[in-house]
């Protein structure tokens, strides 16, 4: 998905940061939550069913640096699982805005593996503890044509993307993986993502 467009890193107008301090705050603010999140998932109680303020990691504007924001992930719903944040990687099209027109707060962010903190009472692929991935899409109509063919991401009515996207569910816009805490339809998370295996380089596998 991220490679649907291939154009060089070097055409950036003047207001886009040099891609490599992008990549140096980049990398210090992931680093931070994760390890945050490590320590807190062993203290904190069950999360219950939100919604959830978190902790993250955007920028409020084309020309603002990467920063701490607080936003609110949605109430637990029957179909959806809350992850607790342990690993996102920095992909090209995260920093170069490759998804189009972006909607400002954003929270990049899409390749993302969490543990389950809390499950929907209708979700069957997932239980507290499971390791789940997501990828650049939480959600699409479910009824369409393509979608029906398993082409979520050729939506007819409109592929909600992890980040930038409006949430159909709750309304307001999608954030992403630089965060704390994820609220994704059962559906949209992947299962088994780097279980077993090394969870940080699993992120990759997601994009
Ligand atoms: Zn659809
Ligand atoms: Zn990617």
Redesign the pocket.
């Known amino acids: ?2 490679n649907r467009r291939n154009e060089s890193h070097d055409e950036h107008g003047p207001a886009v940061p040099d891609r490599r301090e992008v990549l140096r705050a980049g990398a210090a603010l992931v680093a931070a939550p994760l390890l945050v999140g490590v320590t807190a998932r062993a203290q904190t109680p069950p999360a219950g069913n939100g919604p959830y303020a978190t902790r993250a990691c955007g920028a409020t504007s084309a020309k603002s640096p990467l920063g701490p924001l607080q936003i609110q992930r949605r109430a637990l719903g029957p179909n959806d699982v809350l992850l607790d944040l342990l690993y996102c ?1 920095i ?4 920093i170069h805005s490759d998804w189009g027109p972006t909607r400002y707060p954003v929270v990049p962010g ?2 993302i593996v969490g543990r389950v903190g809390a499950v929907g009472s209708k979700v069957t692929k997932f239980r507290v503890g499971d390791l789940g991935g997501v990828g ?1 899409m939480v959600n699409s109509c479910g009824t369409c044509e393509n979608c029906l063919a398993d082409r979520e991401q050729n939506c007819l009515n409109g592929t909600t993307f992890t980040y930038a996207s409006e949430d159909r569910i709750s309304g307001g816009q999608t954030f992403g993986g630089y965060s704390d805490k994820m609220v994704v339809t059962e559906k949209f998370v992947i299962g088994d993502t780097a279980q077993g295996r090394d969870q940080e380089a699993g992120t990759g596998t997601v ?1």
């Open positions: 998905m991220c990687g992909c090209h099209s995260d899409h390749e650049c994009c």
